[in-house]
């Protein structure tokens, strides 16, 4: 149980142009997902937290009229990069978060990742 | 501000060699804590992790991790690695103090020599 998927799992996009990525709970309802961004070589660093229904909630640093997100239901979360630059190639990763209940609100479930390149 | 920390970024070990990586967090109250690992070119892949209880945590592939409260720590260990555990190991730690928000350690890219 407790699948996350992502897709694409690869995209290449020019730049200038806009490219959404979807994040799903497959068996779960994620009251809560999160966005991070992986650098090559780097650690995880948590873009933004949202909640289903509500706006999003970004870190310092993280420019949310670039980074788009989106928490429409439980099951779907979408994070759009909008004009996108070579700077912003990365690997993306959502987590999802159950509700509150046994199994959370502790553990977040990762996706495999969407990798990002900006030409 | 809640961080966590490892204090190895690169680790070279030989088969058989015993295996240790720190981490440190700085979180006050109540942690949950988790150790995971990225093998070469694929996603993240849970280890282990502690909520509450049993200090000493026993994950998948034979790795373990041992929380000790007064120290901070949550330190992964393995007696015996395998050229296979080739990888990047991550360190993290969420809490209520953080809204339950998993915070990553920087990472420790080990590699086992065959």
């Known amino acids: 149980g407790a699948v996350v998927s992502q897709h694409p799992s690869w995209v290449i996009c020019k730049s200038g142009t806009s490219v959404k990525i979807e994040c799903r709970s497959l068996?779960?309802?994620?009251?809560?997902m999160f966005w991070y961004r992986q650098f090559p070589k780097q650690s995880l660093m948590l873009m933004a937290t949202?909640?289903?229904?509500?706006?999003?909630?970004?870190e310092q640093g993280v420019e949310k009229d670039k980074f788009l997100i989106n928490h429409a239901s439980l099951t779907l979360s979408t994070l759009t990069v909008t004009s996108a630059h070579p700077e912003d190639s990365s690997f993306y990763i959502c987590?999802?978060?159950?509700?509150?209940?046994?199994?959370?609100?502790?553990?977040?479930?990762f996706g495999p990742g969407t990798r990002l390149t900006v030409t | 501000a809640q961080s966590v920390s490892q204090h190895n970024h690169h680790v070279i070990l030989s088969e058989a060699a015993s295996l240790e990586l720190g981490c440190n967090y700085s979180?006050?109250?109540?942690?949950?804590l988790f150790w995971y690992v990225q093998y070469p070119g694929q996603h993240l892949q849970l280890l282990l992790k502690?909520?509450?209880?049993?200090?000493l945590v026993k994950g998948i592939k034979g790795f373990e991790a041992e929380f000790i409260k007064s120290k901070f720590s949550f330190n992964l260990r393995k007696p015996s690695v395998q050229w296979s555990d080739t990888a990047e190991y991550f360190c993290?730690?969420?809490?209520?103090?953080?809204?339950?928000?998993?915070?990553f350690g920087a990472g420790t890219r080990l590699f086992v020599k065959a």
């Open positions: 979180y006050g109250g109540t942690v949950n």
């Open positions: 068996d779960f309802q994620a009251t809560t």
């Open positions: 949202s909640n289903e229904g509500s706006k999003a909630t970004y």
């Open positions: 502690y909520f509450s209880g049993d200090p």
């Open positions: 987590s999802a978060r159950a509700g509150m209940g046994t199994s959370g609100p502790y553990e977040q479930y």
């Open positions: 993290a730690v969420n809490a209520r103090t953080g809204g339950f928000k998993t915070i």
